[in-house]
């Protein structure tokens, strides 16, 4: 005997309002805010993010028994906290949600997706080797956005407060904001698309921090891009004296800032090491110090040495002279 479909009543006795009635059901089946998680699948299926990031990471589980592969959990934890559920324990209650499973191509019959101990299993799964992996493959997906290999990337680097409600690793407190948290360190490039970014305990990072970052990154950009230039573009977390000299030890870039309303203006120059000026003889010295004429030809001149075209202050500041490198 085949089932027999029943609608459910409206709900009587409600007024109207604006002169239209309003009515009120209770057949709509499985309802969800989250539909934009639908868009973001077609997004993450080109980029495959979760994939990139899932091949850095050494599976120790037994293949027969794998129910979750690592792409998935990675792939569900990327679209919880997109929609805002940030906090892993969302996942025991949004595992069987219509959407997500739409989401991670699973329909509503079907299995649950992965629980909460499963991604807590797998953030704690990655060592430092693997997390420096996972940096450098999302280096590669940006590099892999360009059409063509650019001249120069302007780099924008700077450090962020990130506040936890919990007992993290890795938290400290920071006095400025008045809580715990992470400060990472995240990349952009000029143009305002995401690079890379560093987890971190929420303290400044030093200059040394920074530059050994910075060697990284400007590696794994040369390695997609031969010919490309990485100009670093100086913020606060790297407009500093020691970063800079240390970029230029580096044979990074040295950079230079100029402050303009709402944004920063970087110039850049290629590090070279000023050369060795040489000295004339002493025999030539001794020889000019002793001759009364080239004395009394120097007082003849124009005028004093402070107003001689050689001594004269350029328009950078610095002494002309022509037998000094510029550089």
Same mark, same amino acid.
């Given at each position: 005997?085949?089932?027999?479909?029943?609608?459910?009543?409206?709900?009587?006795? /409600?007024?109207? %309002?604006?002169?239209k009635? =309003?009515?009120?059901?209770?057949?709509?089946?499985?309802?969800? !805010?989250?539909?934009?998680?639908?868009?973001?699948? @077609?997004? @993450?299926?080109?980029?495959? =993010?979760a994939?990139?990031?899932a091949? +850095?990471?050494?599976?120790?589980?037994?293949?027969?028994?794998?129910?979750?592969?690592?792409?998935?959990? $990675?792939?569900?934890?990327?679209?919880?906290?997109?929609?805002?559920?940030?906090?892993?324990?969302?996942?025991?209650?949004?595992?069987?949600?219509?959407? *997500?499973?739409?989401?991670?191509?699973? #329909?509503?019959? @079907?299995?649950? /997706?992965?629980?909460?101990?499963?991604?807590s299993?797998?953030?704690?799964?990655?060592?430092?080797?693997?997390?420096?992996?996972? &940096?450098?493959?999302?280096?590669?997906?940006?590099?892999?956005? *360009?059409?063509?290999?650019?001249?120069? $990337? %302007? #780099?924008?680097?700077?450090?962020?407060?990130d506040?936890?409600?919990?007992?993290?690793?890795?938290? /400290?407190f920071?006095?400025?904001?008045? @809580?715990?948290?992470?400060?990472?360190?995240?990349? *952009?490039a000029?143009?305002?698309? *995401?690079?890379?970014?560093?987890?971190?305990?929420a303290?400044?990072? !030093?200059?040394?921090e920074?530059?050994?970052?910075?060697?990284? /990154?400007?590696?794994?950009?040369?390695?997609?891009?031969?010919?490309?230039? !990485? +100009?670093c573009?100086?913020?606060?977390?790297?407009?500093?004296?020691?970063?800079?000299?240390g970029?230029?030890?580096?044979?990074?870039?040295? +950079?230079? %800032?100029?402050?303009?309303?709402a944004?920063? %203006?970087?110039?850049?120059?290629?590090?070279?090491?000023?050369?060795?000026?040489? !000295?004339?003889?002493?025999?030539?010295?001794?020889?000019?110090?002793a001759?009364?004429?080239?004395?009394?030809?120097?007082?003849?001149?124009?005028?004093?040495?402070?107003?001689?075209?050689?001594?004269?202050?350029?328009?950078? &500041?610095?002494?002309?002279?022509?037998?000094?490198?510029?550089?």
């Open positions: 005997m085949p089932a027999k479909v029943e609608t459910t009543p409206a709900l009587p006795g /409600l007024s109207p %309002v604006g002169g009635p =309003v009515i009120a059901r209770f057949d709509g089946g499985h309802l969800s !805010s989250d539909g934009g998680l639908l868009v973001l699948r @077609e997004v @993450e299926q080109r980029l495959d =993010v994939g990139r990031l091949a +850095c990471i050494m599976d120790p589980r037994d293949p027969e028994r794998i129910v979750h592969g690592l792409d998935e959990i $990675i792939r569900f934890r990327l679209l919880m906290i997109a929609a805002g559920y940030e906090d892993g324990n969302d996942a025991d209650r949004l595992r069987t949600d219509p959407m *997500f499973k739409l989401a991670m191509e699973r #329909l509503e019959d @079907e299995t649950a /997706l992965c629980s909460q101990p499963t991604i299993r797998l953030e704690n799964l990655p060592d430092t080797r693997t997390l420096l992996r996972m &940096g450098q493959a999302m280096v590669d997906l940006y590099c892999a956005s *360009f059409r063509q290999v650019p001249r120069r $990337i %302007v #780099l924008d680097v700077d450090d962020t407060f506040a936890v409600h919990g007992e993290q690793q890795m938290r /400290l920071n006095a400025h904001y008045d @809580e715990y948290g992470f400060q990472p360190i995240v990349v *952009f000029g143009e305002g698309r *995401f690079v890379t970014a560093v987890l971190r305990p303290k400044r990072p !030093s200059g040394r920074i530059r050994a970052f910075l060697r990284r /990154l400007v590696r794994q950009l040369r390695a997609n891009g031969p010919g490309s230039r !990485s +100009c573009g100086p913020t606060a977390t790297t407009a500093r004296l020691r970063c800079c000299a970029a230029g030890r580096t044979r990074l870039t040295t +950079c230079s %800032v100029s402050r303009r309303p944004r920063c %203006v970087v110039m850049s120059r290629a590090w070279r090491p000023a050369p060795l000026r040489a !000295s004339p003889p002493r025999t030539a010295r001794a020889s000019s110090a001759s009364p004429s080239s004395t009394t030809a120097l007082q003849a001149g124009t005028g004093s040495s402070a107003s001689s075209p050689a001594s004269r202050p350029g328009p950078t &500041g610095r002494t002309r002279a022509s037998s000094s490198p510029a550089y």
